[in-house]
């Protein structure tokens, strides 16, 4: 407990003119951003760790410490999709699209594509 006679304490919101609040802040406001971004799971679990460490000098007279606040995010949500390997001039390929289905707006679209098995075997015949 502090002692509100002795402003002079150090303490959480005073050590280093508050900056382990202000990084904690810092910090606090990014996590937030992480839980509003719909490109993250919403149930996965933010944390926020702040350490002092302190290393006393010999005679135990003075206090090296630093301060470090560090947020874990949620990870963007994995995204995925299909791609259609094929070839294309003797060389591999891969699209987005199905070669062997033509596009309705684009009917050229992937014609020059060979699909993978076609090509395998022509190759055996």
Same mark, same amino acid.
């Given at each position: 407990?502090?002692?509100? /006679?002795?402003?002079?304490?150090?303490?959480?919101?005073? @050590? /280093? &003119? &508050?900056?382990?609040?202000?990084?904690?802040? =810092?910090?606090?406001?990014? $996590?937030?951003?992480? !839980?509003? +971004?719909?490109?993250? +799971?919403?149930?996965?679990?933010?944390? @926020?760790?702040? $350490? $002092? /460490?302190? /290393?006393?000098?010999?005679?135990? *007279?003075?206090? *090296? =410490?630093? @301060?470090?606040?560090?947020?874990? #995010? *949620?990870?963007? !949500? %994995?995204? &995925?999709?299909?791609? =259609?390997?094929?070839?294309?001039?003797?060389?591999?390929?891969?699209? +987005? #699209?199905?070669?062997?289905?033509?596009?309705? #707006?684009?009917?050229?679209?992937? %014609?020059? !594509?060979?699909?993978?098995? *076609? %090509? $395998?075997?022509?190759?055996?015949?």
């Amino acid at each position: 407990m502090s002692d509100s /006679k002795h402003s002079d304490q150090v303490s959480l919101t005073t @050590i /280093k &003119g &508050g900056a382990a609040v202000e990084k904690f802040d =810092y910090a606090l406001s990014q $996590v937030l951003e992480n !839980i509003d +971004d719909p490109n993250t +799971d919403s149930d996965a679990v933010r944390s @926020i760790a702040l $350490v $002092v /460490k302190m /290393k006393p000098s010999p005679d135990r *007279a003075e206090v *090296a =410490y630093t @301060i470090q606040v560090t947020p874990k #995010f *949620a990870p963007p !949500i %994995a995204d &995925g999709g299909l791609m =259609y390997v094929g070839r294309r001039q003797g060389g591999l390929v891969a699209v +987005d #699209f199905n070669p062997q289905q033509p596009d309705m #707006f684009d009917p050229e679209r992937g %014609a020059d !594509i060979q699909p993978l098995r *076609a %090509a $395998v075997q022509k190759e055996e015949d």
